[in-house]
């Protein structure tokens, strides 16, 4: 049996070698460190990664998975739930320096794997909600340096707010795109999106704050 430091540095802040010294300080002794290096973790899956690919291959059962956190181990909350049910169904036990959090697929007792699993999905969920605030961060940053901030906006809209709630309210009605172009004004390639395309619309309206 081996443990096993799966790390992933993104940015040049970060290094192998702190994660390492991390996870040491935590008491775990680390037979093997694997490493992706200037690998996103918001846009890569796991086993996409070059050196992730090697964890499943080299990790059997009764190993030790040593990671951070969770978020080292996918993308988004559908990704980190799966990749860390695999190892667990492999046998291999996946542990986190941060929280020190266990995840064993060995345990039997109802109640611990019910506690397990809620741990799983709460994690998993925390870390795609930081992976989606580092995105907008990104772009909100990229935007001010180009001095565009209206271009992570998309297109404005050719409706407004009132507009976009009649033209629901009649569709809601039943009476026919014809018909709520010439009443409202609007033209029927934007009805037909806002009936088509409901929530992209109204998304529309909110990036522009209108």
Same mark, same amino acid.
């Given at each position: 049996?081996?443990?096993?430091?799966?790390?992933?540095?993104?940015?040049?802040?970060?290094?192998?070698?702190?994660?390492?010294?991390?996870?040491?300080?935590?008491?775990?002794?680390?037979?093997?460190?694997?490493?992706?290096?200037?690998?996103?973790?918001?846009?890569?899956?796991?086993?996409?990664?070059?050196?992730?690919?090697?964890?499943?291959?080299?990790?059997?059962?009764?190993?030790?998975?040593?990671?951070?956190?969770?978020?080292?181990? *996918? %993308?988004?909350?559908?990704?980190?739930? @799966?990749?860390?049910? $695999?190892?667990? &169904? #492999?046998?291999?036990?996946?542990? /986190? =320096?941060?929280?020190?959090?266990?995840?064993?697929?060995?345990?039997?007792?109802?109640?611990?794997?019910?506690?397990?699993?809620?741990?799983?999905?709460?994690?998993?969920?925390?870390?795609?909600?930081?992976?989606?605030?580092?995105?907008?961060?990104?772009?909100?940053?990229?935007?001010?340096?180009?001095?565009?901030?209206?271009?992570?906006? *998309? %297109?404005?809209?050719?409706?407004?707010? @009132?507009?976009?709630? $009649?033209?629901? &309210? #009649?569709?809601?009605?039943?009476? /026919? =795109?014809?018909?709520?172009?010439?009443?409202?004004?609007?033209?029927?390639?934007?009805?037909?999106?806002?009936?088509?395309?409901?929530?992209?619309?109204?998304?529309?309206?909110?990036?522009?704050?209108?």
């Amino acid at each position: 049996m081996k443990t096993v430091l799966y790390a992933r540095v993104s940015t040049t802040d970060q290094t192998i070698t702190h994660q390492r010294t991390q996870a040491e300080a935590a008491g775990f002794q680390i037979d093997t460190v694997v490493a992706d290096e200037g690998v996103s973790g918001v846009t890569t899956r796991l086993a996409d990664r070059p050196e992730g690919r090697r964890l499943f291959d080299m990790l059997r059962q009764g190993d030790v998975l040593v990671v951070r956190w969770v978020d080292r181990l *996918g %993308r988004d909350y559908a990704d980190v739930t @799966e990749v860390i049910r $695999e190892f667990m &169904r #492999r046998g291999v036990i996946v542990k /986190t =320096v941060i929280n020190t959090m266990v995840f064993d697929g060995a345990t039997t007792d109802p109640m611990l794997m019910a506690v397990r699993d809620a741990l799983i999905a709460f994690m998993a969920a925390t870390a795609q909600a930081q992976a989606e605030a580092t995105k907008e961060a990104q772009k909100a940053g990229i935007a001010h340096a180009k001095g565009r901030e209206d271009a992570y906006r *998309g %297109r404005k809209p050719s409706f407004t707010r @009132e507009m976009f709630e $009649e033209v629901v &309210r #009649r569709i809601n009605n039943g009476e /026919t =795109v014809q018909a709520i172009a010439k009443a409202t004004g609007i033209t029927r390639q934007t009805a037909y999106r806002i009936r088509d395309h409901r929530a992209e619309a109204e998304a529309a309206l909110a990036r522009w704050a209108a």
